[in-house]
């Protein structure tokens, strides 16, 4: 999905945050590839659809604005912060905790933030 989006981005025309636009799909790509390779295929796949269902929502907006039927994009737009905010804000600070709390303990390893020492069993 991301190099297809990345394809299709590099062919539309070029608006002002075009950069911005191509380092942050190249990152993402890059998020992707580690989360393979470093074997975090859940996490990845978990942070991903979060992160997904706001961009979803975000090119629905896009298409009801496009189409000018600005009462309904203005109220879209509104569905579209408040599924930006808890799927950015809350769910991913979720699995944020998961991942520095909970699983270590399933590794049995334990690290000890006043020396910066990582303990194992």
């Known amino acids: ?15 002002r945050y075009w950069w911005q636009f191509l380092v942050h799909h ?6 992707v590839d580690s ?17 997904d269902v706001g961009d979803a929502v975000y090119y ?9 039927c600005e009462t309904a994009a203005t109220i879209a737009f509104g569905l579209f912060m408040a599924v930006w905010f808890v799927t950015r804000h809350v769910l991913y600070a979720f699995i ?21 020492v990582v303990l194992s069993n």
């Open 35 to 51: 989360s393979y390779v470093y074997q975090f295929h859940r996490v990845g796949a978990a942070i991903l659809m979060f992160l």
């Open 96 to 116: 944020l905790y998961s991942i520095w709390f909970e699983f270590p303990r399933h590794l049995g390893i334990c690290y000890v933030a006043s020396n910066g």
């Open 26 to 31: 190249l990152v993402t790509i890059g998020l």
């Open 1 to 15: 999905f991301w190099l297809t989006n990345l394809c299709v981005f590099l062919i539309e025309a070029q608006r």
């Open 60 to 68: 629905h907006v896009k298409m009801i604005k496009y189409a000018r």
